[in-house]
Each structure stands twice: as structure tokens, then as C-alpha cells.
């Protein structure tokens, strides 16, 4: 008996607790401001600079972030030249490629659209070292991609890197033929309409970065930089990977440290705990104002490289992102349903048709599947980027 009063009192402790929790919402979510974001690195060299400029949105909003749009945007020497970047749209400003004198100190200057004028602090034009390469292993059942690189005069120190994925996919059927509509036909698929093979592209949404401070030798050795599932249609074909590689200094180096602890490392009260973002670019009407950035001016090493499903292991299988099943029939006229299926399905309806069904040397029917199924075009497009080679 006493041990049925000691379980009713915990579990009656445990509703007090459950009915007295009241929902934390800190003035800062609702906060009306939409503070500055900046992005881009200033790049002495043939590539472009491309600064994107955007404000941050609450996070209980229901609007997303979008660019900002009529400004004007420069580079500025410390005490020396301006080098004005064009309007893109939709945030982006661009300068072709800079030629920027190492010995001096640069800066980001913006005026908005409102009036307000920020700048970033003038900093060191800092050089970054090629890629020695860019490899891969596998990893607890997946792709792991690595980067290694190293500064000989030991200069460098802080690291960062980007990329750009492109990879060759395919359609889970792929289709023979297409629905002539004004003729109320199956027809044989022409090349214009081709839809079996595809490329899909995506870029780098994690901080990837890395330091030798604390080694004698400026070397990065099997940087990871991203890991693909065995799963993944990215190695169903042929992979590519852009890599860029970005020198920083030290304190460029802390404030992508403190945004990634911030965005990829906030799981458990073991992780490491929200700390300010305190960047390098100022509104200078108002310094107290919070300015989301860091500019940084440097080179910008990059290297391609390829990988061929025949380089991974010959028993992983990609899984198609819809659920497709055996392809299903449709009949000119089946007895059974007393109905001209492909008219039905096929002609007047949705259905893909995939392949024909024959008998006697007659065409009787056809094989079909949906859209999603057939048509790679939904999710990629069919022409091959410029820089594609095949094996």
C-alpha cells in the first residue's frame, strides 16, 4: 500500500512539472530588427568578386530572407583607389577580376538603399597556397571527401573551403516513347526529347575550415570537407566536385570558428554553448548596431576533380528519391477490363509510356510509370555543363 501512495506522488510531481511549463520566447525572436548580412571575400586575382547582401528575418517570421537591392557597393584601398562592383539582382554585386597591391590594406565600403553607410575594417591582403588535392576514402559506410594542401613558407595558418557539386544521375525507367497529343498517338521518343540522363548541381551550405596553428609545419593533411551517403545518386554515375580554398587570418579564422559552433554544434548542453558574432564590418552612423560578416582579401585557389561509380564500392546502391515499383501495363484492348487501357492511361492520361509490349511482331500495348519515374528533367537538366568530361 505504501508503495502505491510513493508511485501516485511522483507521478502527481510529474504532472505539476508538465502542467506548469510555460513557452520561452525571448524578446530577440520577436525583435523588429533586420540586421545587415554580408558575404563575399574581396579576390586579388582572375576570379570575380561577388559580395551577396541580405538581412536577417525573425526566426518565429514567416518570411524568408531575400537580397538587398540598390545599393552602392566598392573595395577600397586604405588611403588609395575605389574599385566599384556592379548591381546582379537580387543582392549580388560583382567586379571582374581585381589586381590588388599586397602591400596595402583593403576594405568593403556599402551605402544602402536607406542611406545608411557600413564599411569593413581595412585588412591584409593574405595569399592562399594551391591544393596539393582533393581525395576520397570511405568512412563508416560513406564517401569521405578531404583536401590537402600546405603553405612551405609557413605563412598561411587558417583555412577555409567552399565547393560546388555537379553530378550525372539517371530516371528510374527510362522511357522509349512519348504521346503525340494532336494526333491521340504513341509515338517513338525523339533526341530532342531525351529525359533518361541528367545533371544536378548543389553548393556548399557547411563552414568547412581548418588550422595548422598548433602544428611546427604549415600542412593540412585529409581535410574533411563533405560526406557522401552510399545511398546518394551523387556517385550513382559520375561526381564532380569544385573545391576553393580560402586563406584567412587569425581573426577571420575566429569568426567562422564562433558561426559554426553557432549553426552546426548546438545539439546538447555538452556542446558548445551560443556566443556572439562579432564580425568586421560596421554601420558607421551607427556603430552599435549589429552587422552579420566578416570580408576577408585573398587569392582563391580552386581544383576539379571527378569520381566514377566504378571508384566506390561495387555494392552500393542509390535509392531513388521516389517510390516507383515495376512499371505497370496498358493494352490497346485488354478482355479483361473490356477497355483500350492505353487510351485511357497513356493517351488521354498521365501515365509515361516506358516500352512496348509485342506480340507477333504487333505492337499490343505498353509498359508505363509516372512522371517522377521517367522524367530525370524534374529534378536536373539534360545538357552536360561546360566543364563536364566523361571517362
Same mark, same amino acid.
Given at each position: ?71 552602392? $557597393? ?9 574599385? +566599384?562592383? =556592379? ?5 549580388? #554585386?560583382? *567586379? !571582374? ?121 604549415? $600542412? ?9 551517403? +552510399?545511398? =546518394? ?5 559520375? #561526381?564532380? *566536385? !569544385? ?149
Amino acid at each position: 500500500m505504501r508503495r502505491n501512495k510513493k508511485i501516485w506522488f511522483v507521478l502527481l510531481i510529474g504532472f505539476a512539472f508538465a502542467t506548469c511549463k510555460k513557452p520561452y520566447n525571448p524578446k530577440i525572436v520577436d525583435s523588429p530588427n533586420h540586421y545587415l548580412v554580408v558575404e563575399g571575400v574581396i579576390n586579388n586575382g582572375a576570379d570575380s568578386t561577388i559580395v551577396k547582401l541580405s538581412r536577417t528575418v525573425n526566426i518565429s517570421g514567416s518570411v524568408s530572407s531575400s537580397g538587398v537591392d540598390n545599393c552602392t $557597393v566598392s573595395v577600397e584601398a586604405e588611403g588609395g583607389a575605389s574599385y +566599384s562592383l =556592379s548591381p546582379q539582382g537580387n543582392g549580388a #554585386y560583382l *567586379i !571582374l577580376g581585381l589586381s590588388l597591391d599586397a602591400s596595402k590594406k583593403y576594405r568593403l565600403h556599402i551605402v544602402t538603399n536607406d542611406s545608411q553607410e557600413y564599411a569593413s575594417d581595412y585588412v591584409e591582403v593574405k595569399k592562399t597556397q594551391p591544393i596539393d588535392s582533393v581525395g576520397f576514402y570511405v568512412k563508416n559506410g560513406n564517401l569521405q571527401i578531404y583536401a590537402n594542401t600546405h603553405d612551405p613558407a609557413n605563412n598561411t595558418r587558417y583555412y577555409r573551403w567552399s565547393y560546388d557539386e555537379t553530378w550525372k544521375f539517371h530516371a528510374r525507367y527510362q522511357s522509349s516513347y512519348i504521346v503525340d497529343r494532336e494526333n491521340k498517338t504513341v509515338v517513338a521518343r525523339p533526341g530532342s526529347e531525351a529525359n533518361y540522363y541528367c545533371f544536378a548541381g548543389d553548393k556548399s551550405t557547411t563552414i568547412v575550415i581548418g588550422s595548422s596553428a598548433k602544428l611546427s609545419q604549415d $600542412v593540412i593533411f585529409q581535410q574533411p570537407i563533405t560526406t557522401i551517403a +552510399s545511398t =546518394s545518386e551523387k556517385v550513382e554515375m559520375r #561526381y564532380s *566536385i !569544385l573545391l576553393k580554398q580560402y586563406a584567412l587570418t587569425k581573426e577571420a579564422y575566429q569568426f567562422w570558428e564562433n558561426m559554426k559552433k553557432n549553426t552546426e554544434q548546438l545539439g546538447s548542453i555538452f556542446d558548445a554553448q551560443p556566443s556572439q558574432l562579432t564580425g568586421n564590418i560596421h554601420n558607421l552612423k551607427d556603430p552599435a548596431e549589429p552587422v552579420i560578416g566578416y570580408v576577408s582579401v585573398t587569392n582563391v585557389q580552386a581544383k576539379r576533380v571527378f569520381i566514377d561509380n566504378v571508384q566506390v564500392p561495387h555494392d552500393w546502391v542509390a535509392k531513388y528519391p521516389y517510390d516507383c515499383g515495376p512499371p505497370d501495363t496498358a493494352l490497346f484492348f485488354n478482355p479483361k477490363t473490356q477497355q483500350n487501357e492505353v487510351l485511357n492511361f497513356i493517351i488521354n492520361g498521365v501515365a509515361v509510356p516506358v516500352a512496348d509490349i509485342k506480340q507477333q511482331m504487333n505492337v499490343i500495348g505498353y509498359t508505363y510509370s509516372s512522371v517522377e519515374c521517367t522524367d530525370c528533367r524534374i529534378r536536373g537538366r539534360v545538357q552536360a555543363p561546360a566543364f563536364w568530361t566523361e571517362q
